[in-house]
C-alpha cells in the first residue's frame, strides 16, 4: 500500500485494544460509551476497553499517556487546557496539552434532584441538607462545587456525601440523602 493519510498502512491496521476512560458503571457516560464501543467493535473489529474514571480525571489519563479516549465536560477541557482552577477544584497546577478534542458528543446539564415533597426550591434552600455531591474527580462534583459558591455557599453548609451515581441513587431511595447531583444529557432517568 502507498502511504499517504486516506490510505491505511499494515502498520496503522494492526489491531489495538484502545483505553477509553469514561464514568463508573450506571452512569450515562458509561452506557453511551458501551453503546459506541459495541458498534465499532462491530463494524471496524478495532476494541475500546472502558475505564472508570471521570470528567474531571479523565484528561489528567489522557494526558499522562494513561489512556487514549476521554470523556469530560467542555468547561474542563477549556480548564484543563490552560491550567486554570478559579474555584480550586481541579487537581492540575499547570495547562494539560497532551490531548486534543474530538468532537462534542451530546449537551450535558447539572441536575439537582429533591423529593417532589421536599423543602427545597433553589440552591439556597440545601443548606443543612444530606446531598451527593459525587466523588471529587467527577464533572458533577466540580459543577455543583460551583454553583455552590455561587450562592455565596461552601460544602460545610450541607451535610456532603461523595457517591457514585448508583449509590447516591439507592442512598436516595433509601432516605438517607435529600439531594443528588448529576451532570448528564437532558433529560436524565
Known amino acids: 500500500l502507498s502511504a499517504g493519510p486516506w490510505v491505511v498502512t ?7 485494544v484502545l ?24 463494524k471496524t473489529g478495532q476494541i475500546l476497553e472502558l475505564h472508570s474514571g471521570g470528567g474531571v480525571i479523565n ?8 489512556g487514549d479516549i476521554g470523556f469530560t465536560g467542555t468547561e474542563v477541557l477549556a480548564s484543563a487546557w490552560n491550567g486554570e482552577d478559579a474555584f480550586k477544584v481541579y487537581p492540575w497546577k499547570k495547562p494539560l496539552q497532551n490531548f486534543r478534542q474530538l468532537f462534542l458528543l451530546s449537551p450535558s446539564f447539572l441536575h439537582v434532584a429533591v423529593w417532589a415533597d421536599s423543602k427545597a426550591h433553589t ?10 455531591a459525587q466523588p471529587v474527580g467527577f464533572s458533577a462534583e466540580a459543577q455543583f462545587h460551583w454553583v455552590v ?7 460545610k453548609d450541607m451535610k456532603i456525601s461523595r457517591l457514585v451515581m448508583r449509590d447516591g441513587i439507592m442512598a436516595m431511595k433509601d432516605g438517607h440523602l435529600d439531594a443528588f ?8 432517568g
Open 10 to 16: 499494515p502498520a496503522r491496521a494492526q489491531k489495538k
Open 149 to 155: 459558591k455561587a450562592h455565596g455557599m461552601s460544602y
Open 59 to 66: 484528561p489528567v489519563a489522557i494526558n499522562r499517556g494513561e
Open 181 to 188: 447531583m448529576l451532570t448528564s444529557p437532558f433529560p436524565a
Open 19 to 42: 483505553q477509553w476512560w469514561v464514568s463508573p458503571p450506571g452512569g450515562p457516560w458509561y452506557a453511551m460509551a458501551t453503546a459506541i464501543s459495541e458498534a465499532v467493535k462491530q
Open 123 to 132: 440552591i439556597d434552600d440545601l443548606k443543612g441538607f444530606r446531598v451527593d
